[in-house]
């Protein structure tokens, strides 16, 4: 039988398993809107579409599924650029659907026409323009399986609307084969084997974790070789959650606003395994001093992702699963690591992750602790960019992969509101909460309207300083306090909750968080919480860009 | 040092967009290109010749041309044994009185003259790098009025 591109859109994307597309609708979409009608398939209409796309990118992240988003042309397109440049930054796999003008006026300058391909070519994973309907099917399959295998990453479909309308037989390909693409998923045995060596003669080694443990499912693999070589292990932002930050061989985040035990025992260790981490330069400091002693195994999916930055003694293409599981079986000496941990343990009662708290000022670092407390640990947390973002990535404790959903290559703010959505959306039986930053959350503040017409009750804990935090804290220590631009007013945010729909509280009082929190947490609403915190605090510690990652500033307390 | 890079590719639109825009993204140029279909009409080979100071950045480069969904191989043929050749049409000044000198840079360096009118000479030859350069350092005393080079195509050894 034959059908129309729109249902033949449609169809190929249930057979993908598609539950959910987060979208907008315009004139080059007509088609596609008109089968989403009566399709069984849910639909949710955000009120941008850059909201669409990080709601795609949070729902990935959190279900490991590939999010879904579309959007019509021209204006439609790029207002999704900048999340599917965020999905791309993070390996997030991702498929972007897009009307383009029918396929005889592309090139025209038509109305609300854009190059969408040409614009996101350096942007995705890869792109597709379908000029003849009967491609479509196969695109759509082999866009889902470029997006989700190997090194993940968002696939455009650019989509005329002629495409759209024009009909063929439907045609699914079962099997997919791309002779021009081909990740390697097993690691070189001899390459792991040598590894194994290494490792045994280490007197310091230390594992250095990434998103790509949590984009593999590796996190079994990876407890299991940690307690097997009994070797501290350190993660970066991407990485959390990977390991159980409660595990008593956790050395916390390491990088800029790393913990300072992770940071000493990189540039004391005589051993780092990096396992799909990329070594980037929020986490490495002055490259040249990166981890003068240390030999470096490098696990890695992404050839180009070997020797980039750092020198690699021993690199391991594949997944990170398979290549940890053989790297288990082949450790057969353990290294000694009784003096190592005790040098560690030392460091961590030195310089703890600290911060000055106070009876009558609410401190951010108190509300995410509290938010630790009250939720116990079991909620999904979403970040936007800046101050917020470094608090929540060291004052609440993640055991779990894909609890902790934060944008961190291309550093978005406004992604952890809708990712917070696709992310409710996805898991809808746990507790989600976006922290925030008074600057970040009105990035894409509109997204309160989706979250309430479709009862996706997520919490925001907004960490309201006045300030455009982080860059007030650079201008503060950098810049002679010359706060240039950074000091910002917003709006009554209770009210503003409440014009849509949503439950808004305002804290002003230390003793209110956790009555706050709590509160939040049993309204089945969204829930808005307004924490006035105080206005000038820094994130610490901080390794200021270009220093050797022990050159760390400590701050007060 | 120059380098020249062969790479099997899709025969697709977009394809050399997507190659360009690697190199431009950092800053590099690519000094000559040329595609063309293979035996097998759904593949293509390009051969292109990069001027890179440094071979880290190169090396990356490689890598991400690997790692292009359209590519299928990439072969940098700097450091292996290869053929090579590039071919040139130039226009030059001629006169009837020029016709010895000019029959002898032709028998020397093994280029044709094409087409003669009364002012004017099309040469065409076919060469590597080191016979061309040395073809144009003859045909300069007549007068270089036009020069067109195809870009390098190189097969291995």
């Not at chain 1, 994973?125 to 866009?143: C, F, G, M, P, W």
């Not at chain 1, 907004?462 to 240039?484: A, H, T």
């Not at chain 1, 007013?489 to 956790?514: H, M, Q, W």
């Amino acid at each position: 039988m034959k059908l129309t591109g729109a249902k033949i859109l449609i169809e190929a994307l249930k057979k993908e398993g598609v539950e959910v597309i987060f979208g907008y609708p315009g004139g080059q979409v007509l088609p596609i809107f008109d089968v989403l009608y009566d399709a069984d398939i849910r639909f949710i209409l955000t009120r941008h579409e850059q909201g669409a796309a990080h709601a795609a990118d949070g729902y990935s992240r959190a279900t490991g599924k590939v999010g879904v988003c579309l959007a019509t042309s021209g204006p439609g397109a790029t207002n999704l650029t900048t999340g599917i440049a965020n999905a791309y930054m993070d390996s997030i796999p991702m498929i972007a659907i897009t009307g383009q003008v029918k396929s005889f006026l592309i090139g025209n300058d038509a109305f609300q026409e854009a190059d969408v391909t040409g614009i996101t070519r350096p942007i995705t994973k890869h792109n597709y323009l379908v000029k003849d309907v009967k491609d479509l099917a196969r695109t759509i399959r082999e866009a889902f399986y470029i997006a989700s295998s190997g090194r993940p990453g968002p696939v455009l479909i650019d989509i005329p609307t002629d495409i759209q309308q024009q009909e063929a037989e439907f045609i699914w390909p079962e099997e997919i084969e791309i002779r021009s693409y081909k990740p390697t998923c097993f690691g070189h045995p001899g390459q792991i084997k040598k590894a194994a060596k290494l490792i045994a003669s280490a007197k310091k080694p230390l594992i250095y974790a990434g998103g790509g443990v949590i984009t593999s499912e590796a996190h079994h693999e990876l407890k299991k070789l940690t307690e097997k070589l009994n070797a501290p292990i350190t993660w970066t932002l991407m990485g959390i959650g990977c390991f159980p930050a409660t595990h008593k061989l956790s050395l916390g985040m390491l990088g800029m606003h790393g913990t300072a035990y992770a940071n000493h025992a990189i540039m004391e260790a005589d051993l780092i395994l990096a396992v799909g981490a990329r070594f980037d330069d929020r986490v490495t400091g002055r490259l040249d001093k990166f981890a003068p002693y240390a030999k470096i195994i490098h696990i890695d999916i992404d050839p180009t992702s070997i020797s980039k930055n750092v020198k690699v003694d021993i690199p391991i293409v594949g997944d990170a699963k398979n290549i940890l599981g053989q790297l288990i079986e082949d450790i057969n000496k353990l290294p000694d690591t009784f003096e190592w941990l005790k040098a560690i343990e030392s460091w961590k009662k030195k310089y703890p992750l600290k911060y000055q708290d106070k009876k009558d000022i609410i401190k951010p670092q108190y509300v995410v602790e509290q938010i630790y407390e009250a939720t116990k640990g079991n909620a999904i947390i979403t970040t936007e960019v800046g101050q917020n973002q470094m608090w929540a990535a060291q004052w609440y404790k993640y055991d779990y992969p894909r609890t902790f959903i934060s944008s961190g290559g291309l550093g978005t703010m406004g992604f952890g509101f809708p990712a917070a959505m696709g992310t409710k959306v996805g898991k809808p039986d746990s507790i989600v909460f976006d922290i925030a930053g008074d600057g970040s959350i009105q990035m894409n503040i509109q997204e309160l309207a989706t979250c309430v017409s479709n009862k996706i009750n997520v919490k925001v804990a907004i960490l309201n300083n006045g300030y455009l935090g982080m860059v007030r804290q650079w201008q503060e220590l950098f810049y002679k306090k010359r706060y240039s631009y950074t000091n910002l007013t917003s709006p009554d945010f209770v009210k503003l909750a409440e014009s849509y729909g949503a439950i808004g509280i305002c804290v002003t009082k230390k003793e209110n968080v956790r009555k706050a929190i709590e509160k939040a947490i049993s309204i089945d609403n969204v829930v808005l919480i307004d924490f006035k915190v105080e206005g000038e605090e820094n994130v610490f510690p901080m390794v200021p860009a270009g220093e050797a990652l022990n050159r760390m500033i400590e701050g007060l307390a | 040092m120059r380098h020249t890079i062969a790479v099997l590719v899709e025969n697709k639109f977009g394809v050399l967009a997507r190659i360009a825009s690697l190199f431009s993204a950092r800053g590099y140029n690519i000094a000559s290109l040329a595609v063309s279909e293979t035996l097998d009409p759904t593949i293509s080979y390009m051969t292109m010749v990069v001027e890179a100071e440094d071979e880290k950045i190169l090396e990356q480069i490689k890598k991400q041309l690997n790692k292009l969904i359209d590519i299928i191989i990439v072969t940098d043929f700097t450091k292996k044994g290869h053929v090579d050749r590039e071919l040139v049409l130039v226009k030059v000044g001629y006169s009837s009185k020029d016709k010895s000198k000019l029959d002898g840079v032709l028998n020397k360096t093994g280029a044709k003259a094409i087409q003669h009118t009364d002012d004017i000479a099309i040469i065409e030859m076919m060469g590597d790098q080191d016979e061309i350069r040395e073809l144009l350092n003859s045909l300069k005393q007549f007068g270089i009025k036009e020069l067109v080079r195809s870009g390098r195509i190189a097969i291995a050894k």
